[in-house]
């Protein structure tokens, strides 16, 4: 018995440190107050880093293009073109830009009369974007868009925003084709807490989908987010069903849908174009999701799509994290892309 004298004694002189320790740190917990959460980035600081390879593409040239003004507009004008094309703005695109600076600026420039001259066409040529709540129930959004431009992770995304505004959202699994599509929705439904339509791999998307419509009036969806196949935009067939898919919607809920999302992936650069002009053409598209801003340098071509299609961009993907799909802001693009300084970033302009 006394042998185990020493192991409780050091028992206790542990447990009587420990109450110690404990107690020292709640008095300095009471004097210096809370430990101060750690600084979450911005929404613009995360903006701007999506845009950092596209700002080194464009950084020294664009500062080059800009120092000309002065001794010569038509100069720095010229070369500010170049810049813009090598950032896939496009050729038209870039010159229709500079035509405009050129009528508005005189012979002699200097370097910030360039600089905000350029940051308003670019304003305003991009303006017209955002996003708004849905005006109807259920609010229809079909999203289309060719494989993997981030297509399902965008409606994924959209489903956490609108749950997140209190919202019940139904998911529509019309991408029957490829057999991830489904399985892929069906873990985004279970993360956003989303209703999903879906049925065996292979079957008619058209039957998916009025089968969605019945089930969104019955259970009182207030969101319905429709994937569909996304097959390389070349592919005549794949047309004709979506066009099919959007009259079976609009047959079946008058004025739906109420939007049609064309999903692009900003490292493509101008093939994006292409993509674009074709779905349009087919389904009447009424804004752009421009994903993968992140991972490219050719974050100009926002400007490009947005200027060679009638549809305004609502939405860009900035990140890989579900918080990272974000309303387009043509005020906070223009001033990330551009690198403005503090003082002309949005929300810092004199009234």
Same mark, same amino acid.
Do not use: C
């Given at each position: 018995?006394?042998?185990?004298?020493?192991?409780?004694?050091?028992?206790?002189?542990?447990?009587?440190?420990?109450?110690?320790?404990?107690?020292?740190?709640?008095?300095?917990?009471?004097?210096? /107050?809370?430990?101060?959460?750690?600084?979450?980035?911005? %929404?613009?600081?995360?903006?701007?880093? !999506?845009?950092?390879?596209?700002?080194?593409?464009?950084?020294?040239?664009? +500062?080059?293009?800009? #120092?000309?003004?002065?001794?010569?507009?038509?100069? !720095?004008? $010229?070369?500010?073109?170049?810049?813009?094309?090598?950032?896939?703005?496009?050729?038209?695109?870039?010159?229709?830009?500079?035509?405009?600076?050129?009528?508005?600026?005189?012979?002699?420039?200097? %370097?910030?009369?360039?600089?905000?001259?350029?940051?308003?066409?670019?304003?305003?040529?991009?303006?017209? #974007?955002?996003?708004?709540?849905?005006?109807?129930?259920?609010?229809?959004?079909?999203?289309?868009?060719?494989?993997?431009?981030?297509?399902?992770?965008?409606? /994924?995304?959209?489903?956490?925003?609108?749950?997140? !505004?209190?919202?019940?959202?139904?998911?529509?699994?019309?991408?029957?084709?490829?057999?991830?599509?489904?399985?892929?929705?069906?873990?985004?439904?279970?993360?956003?807490?989303?209703?999903?339509?879906?049925?065996?791999? #292979?079957? +008619?998307?058209?039957?998916?989908?009025?089968?969605?419509?019945?089930?969104?009036?019955?259970? /009182?969806?207030?969101?319905?987010?429709?994937?569909?196949?996304?097959?390389?935009?070349?592919?005549?067939?794949?047309?004709?069903?979506?066009?099919?898919?959007?009259?079976?919607?609009?047959?079946?809920?008058?004025?739906?849908?109420?939007?049609?999302?064309?999903?692009?992936?900003?490292? $493509?650069?101008?093939? !994006?174009?292409?993509?674009?002009?074709?779905?349009?053409?087919?389904?009447?598209?009424?804004?752009?999701?421009?994903?993968?801003?992140?991972?490219?340098?050719? /974050?100009?071509?926002?400007?490009?799509?947005?200027?060679?299609?009638?549809?305004?961009?609502?939405?860009?993907?900035?990140?890989?994290?579900?918080?990272?799909?974000?309303?387009?802001?043509?005020?906070?693009?223009?001033?990330?892309?551009?690198?403005?300084?503090?003082?002309?970033? %949005? #929300?810092?302009?004199?009234?």
């Amino acid at each position: 018995m006394e042998s185990l004298w020493p192991v409780v004694l050091a028992v206790l002189v542990l447990v009587a440190g420990l109450l110690g320790y404990g107690i020292v740190r709640r008095r300095r917990r009471a004097i210096s /107050g809370p430990s101060a959460a750690p600084a979450l980035p911005s %929404p613009f600081a995360t903006l701007e880093r !999506a845009l950092e390879k596209t700002r080194e593409r464009l950084g020294a040239r664009l +500062d080059a293009a800009f #120092g000309r003004a002065g001794a010569s507009t038509d100069a !720095a004008l $010229t070369e500010l073109e170049e810049v813009l094309v090598s950032a896939d703005v496009g050729v038209r695109v870039a010159s229709e830009l500079v035509t405009g600076l050129r009528s508005r600026l005189g012979r002699g420039t200097d %370097p910030q009369t360039l600089r905000t001259a350029l940051r308003a066409e670019l304003e305003t040529l991009l303006a017209s #974007g955002g996003t708004s709540a849905p005006q109807a129930s259920p609010w229809v959004i079909l999203v289309a868009g060719v494989n993997g431009v981030g297509k399902t992770t965008t409606i /994924g995304r959209l489903a956490a925003i609108h749950r997140a !505004a209190g919202r019940r959202v139904m998911l529509v699994a019309a991408d029957t084709f490829r057999a991830a599509a489904a399985e892929q929705l069906a873990v985004w439904a279970e993360r956003t807490g989303s209703d999903l339509v879906r049925q065996a791999a #292979g079957a +008619d998307p058209s039957a998916v989908v009025f089968d969605a419509m019945k089930s969104a009036v019955a259970r /009182g969806s207030d969101v319905v987010l429709v994937d569909t196949a996304g097959r390389l935009h070349t592919r005549t067939n794949l047309m004709e069903e979506l066009r099919k898919i959007r009259r079976i919607i609009a047959r079946e809920l008058p004025d739906a849908p109420h939007e049609t999302l064309l999903v692009v992936d900003a490292t $493509t650069g101008q093939n !994006a174009i292409a993509q674009a002009r074709v779905f349009t053409e087919a389904l009447g598209v009424t804004g752009l999701v421009l994903t993968k801003l992140d991972g490219t340098a050719r /974050g100009g071509v926002a400007i490009a799509v947005r200027r060679e299609l009638s549809a305004p961009i609502r939405w860009i993907g900035v990140g890989e994290g579900v918080d990272d799909l974000r309303p387009f802001d043509a005020e906070e693009f223009v001033a990330a892309l551009l690198a403005l300084d503090e003082h002309d970033r %949005p #929300g810092a302009r004199s009234p």
